[in-house]
């Protein structure tokens, strides 16, 4: 199955085929990202790190995925040091950026952003993230630690936390509907998941349940996926006060869960989460982070077309 030049914008765009493909080449990557071996699939390979937002996990994953692959990073750097601050817009500099790398991974605030740059490219576009609505390369990690921790097909799982703006949730859910999993959404009311993608899930046959209370479900699920409250998202200060506290995890409400339970976050983590969590057998976000090495080597590779 050939990826070669394929744009990475929406989990909407693959098929569980292809999903299935890339999980599997990520597999074949991790002794690669762990450094057990070399394997110089990216040499003579220039990728473009365009991130309009701040991040560290997904920016520095990726620049561990190329290099451990043989290639080379060009930065943006800071925003401000840019040409964006002299009024240049995001289809121009993707024109120009097309020009010095080989692929280009954006990150940037506005909903929709890496489809539009994705028509304006000459070169592969990873989205890394876009505004609140996609975030394919956090989803395919995720799966990658599902499949690897615990299993894909029918599995219960519970989203928590920031529904409404979390992209990493709504990309997940998406592709989660193709492994038939049993999905339980926990939020406060403010924080529900969009109603359109709930009625999206409905028509696909989905099984979706809606609960404000960790405690009613943590029993019966086989993974709990936490996000962090996004302050940064809301308009109104006072609103985020309100339900920044609602959900968290601690070891009193894990007292009762399945043995084989997995809590997952993309992090970064706030309070939502309580440290002494961390060393339980449930928490699996650290070696989620590593995962998204392997996965993110597996999508540059496949894109490019030096794997197959």
Known sequence: MSLKNRHVISMKDFSREEIDHILDTAERLEPVARGEERLRLLDGKIIALLFFE?????????????QRLGGKTLNLGSVEASSVMKGENLADTI????NY??????????????????????????????????HPTQTFLDLYTIRRESHLEDLKIA??????????????CYALSLYEAEMTFVSPPE??????????????????????????????????????VQ???FPDPEEYEKVKNRLKVTRDLL??????????????RVNEISPEVDSTPYACYFEQAFYGI????????LAMGVIE
């Not at 409905?202 to 029993?219: A, C, F, V, W, Y």
């Open 294 to 301: 392997p996965t993110r080597m597996a999508l540059l590779a």
């Open 159 to 172: 989203l928590a936390g920031d529904l409404k703006y979390g992209r990493t949730v709504h990309s997940l």
């Open 101 to 134: 790398a080989d692929l280009i991974v954006l990150r940037h605030p506005l909903d929709g952003s890496a489809r539009m740059a994705a028509e304006f490219a000459s070169v592969p576009i990873i989205n890394g993230g876009d505004g609140s609505v996609n």
């Open 95 to 98: 024109r120009v950026i097309s």
């Open 255 to 268: 007292r009762n869960v399945n043995p084989n339970l997995k809590i997952l976050h993309p992090l970064p």
């Open 191 to 228: 924080l529900r998941m969009p109603p359109d993608i709930v009625r999206d899930l409905q028509k696909m046959d989905i099984n979706i349940k809606e609960t404000d209370s960790l405690e009613r479900i943590i029993g019966d699920v086989e993974v709990l996926y936490m996000t962090r």
């Open 54 to 66: 701040p991040s560290t996990r997904t920016r520095m994953s990726f620049e561990a995925a190329v």
């Open 231 to 233: 302050k940064e998202r």
